[in-house]
Nanobody, 120 residues
């Protein structure tokens, strides 16, 4: 099956930067869309950013101008560059991908989550 492995989370001071990565593995024919979601304690999971196979992007209003999503199709990897981090960005960040397997079956998978903490 398709799996996603995330990395790059950690503790950073407000105003600092982090770069998250998410690599997909398995019998993958193609990935339509990859995205980043986040969930803070007591809050619902929300979309942070998404990117299509054609590099069309979508961002939550709260992160526009600060975060940048990108992907490397050859590596089946998506990145999230986070600049000017704020305390309200603190959350567990989850990678998501959906596409088609080598067996021509649709899939949607989630990463394990990585904790981002922006605090003094």
């Amino acid at each position: 099956q398709v799996q996603l492995v995330e990395s790059g989370g950690g503790l950073v001071q407000p105003g600092g930067s982090l770069r998250l990565s998410c690599a997909a593995s398995g019998s993958i024919l193609g990935i339509y869309t990859m995205g980043w979601y986040r969930q803070a304690p007591g809050k619902q999971r929300e979309l942070v950013a998404a990117i299509t196979s054609g590099d069309s992007t979508n961002y939550a209003d709260s992160v526009k101008g600060r975060f940048t999503i990108s992907r490397d199709n050859a590596k089946n990897t998506v990145y999230l560059q986070m600049n000017s981090l704020k305390p309200e960005d603190t959350a567990v960040y989850y990678c998501n991908a959906h596409g088609v397997t080598s067996g021509h079956r649709y899939f949607e998978v989630w990463g394990q989550g990585t904790l981002v903490t922006a605090s003094s």
